[in-house]
Structure formats: C-alpha cells, structure tokens
C-alpha cells in the first residue's frame, strides 16, 4: 500500500509508461481502498491495471485475477491469436463482452510483434 500521494502519483506515472510492478501496485490499492492517500476503492480499475500489468508479464497478476475476479487467462498462442481473442471480447463474439479483457489481449499481442 502506498504510504502517501508521491508514491501513488510515482506509481500511477509508472504505469502508464508501460512498468507492470506499478500496473500491479495501483490495483491492489484500488481493490483495497487507500484512505492514506483517499485512492477511493474502484474495483473495475483494479480489473484493468491487473490485466494490464499481467499483459506486461508480472506473475503475480494472474495470482490475483484468479483469485479476486475468478478470471483465468490463456496466454497460449500468437499475436494473430490474441488479436482475434481481444477482437471477440470487444465485440462480445462467443464470450461477455469485456473492454478490459479485449485490452489485455491486444496488449499481448503488441509485446509479441
């Protein structure tokens, strides 16, 4: 847990420059509720950075979406594979439609070309 805005507002620059620690750090503050530094508690957030920072290959994100939102990943296959899977979460083909697995996926997929 952050323990004041600096290291938040640091982890939050972080992330969005692609480090998937901070990805991993601001998700778990946004599923628990930071009152130290008001990081009011925003569970579709934390969805995302987890599936963000796991695209980015931190380990221990897939620990968490497993056991937080029961969502099990499959990281087998190509760019042209993830592509297609994003595609079909985003338009909701065969599966919920979900933006942030969608993201996830296309994520994968650009780190592989």
């Keep these: 847990m952050f323990k004041g805005m600096k290291e938040y507002l640091t982890a939050g620059v972080g992330a969005n420059l692609g480090s998937s620690e901070r990805m ?9 509720l930071n009152s130290t530094v ?16 796991s ?11 497993r056991s937080w939102y029961s ?8 760019a042209d594979d993830w592509v297609e ?5 985003e338009h909701g083909r065969s599966v919920a439609k ?3 697995v969608a993201a996830y996926y296309y994520a994968c997929a650009a780190r592989a070309k």
């Design 24 to 32: 991993f750090a601001l998700a778990c503050n946004l599923h628990f």
């Design 38 to 53: 008001s990081i009011p508690n925003d569970e579709g957030k934390a969805r995302a950075w987890l599936l963000q920072s």
């Design 55 to 65: 695209a980015y290959g931190f380990s221990l994100s897939d620990k968490y979406l």
């Design 71 to 78: 969502l099990s990943i499959d990281k087998s296959g190509t």
């Design 85 to 89: 899977k994003g595609s079909d979460y």
């Design 98 to 100: 979900d933006i942030a």
